[in-house]
């Protein structure tokens, strides 16, 4: 579910399938070593298919654990399914990354 590579001061981890309470347990020990990793950590998220709350709590601990040893994250790449939501919990600002919506939502939101 997540490869991980290295490239110079940079660990790069890419999430592949769902991120549910059904895979929350076996992400959780993957993301185990990328919460201890010293290096800049980026999160790719472009192979998400499916996430729900535990996917979310997560992500939102791997932030926590990252800034309490003053370690960097990024995500980068969010697929569509986590970009709606991100939205839909208002999340969109919480992770301090730049999110490039690319899709048109329902609705005219704002106009």
């Keep these: 579910m997540i490869g991980m590579e290295t490239e110079g001061e940079l660990c ?5 399938g769902e991120m549910t309470i059904y895979s929350a347990a076996q992400l959780r020990q ?3 070593a990328a919460m201890d990793e010293p290096r800049d950590l980026e999160l790719d998220l472009e192979g998400v298919t499916d996430i729900d709350s ?8 791997l932030k926590r654990e990252r800034d ?6 990024a995500l980068s790449n969010h697929s569509s399914t ?5 939205e839909l ?3 969109i600002g919480y992770f301090n990354d730049p999110v490039v919506l690319t899709k ?6 704002g106009s």
């Design 12 to 16: 790069r981890a890419r999430v592949h």
């Design 30 to 32: 993957e993301l185990a």
């Design 54 to 61: 535990a996917g979310i709590q997560l992500l939102m601990l």
């Design 68 to 73: 309490a040893h003053d370690r960097k994250l």
């Design 82 to 86: 986590v970009l709606d939501v991100f």
């Design 89 to 91: 919990m208002g999340l």
């Design 104 to 109: 048109t939502r329902g609705g005219n939101h």
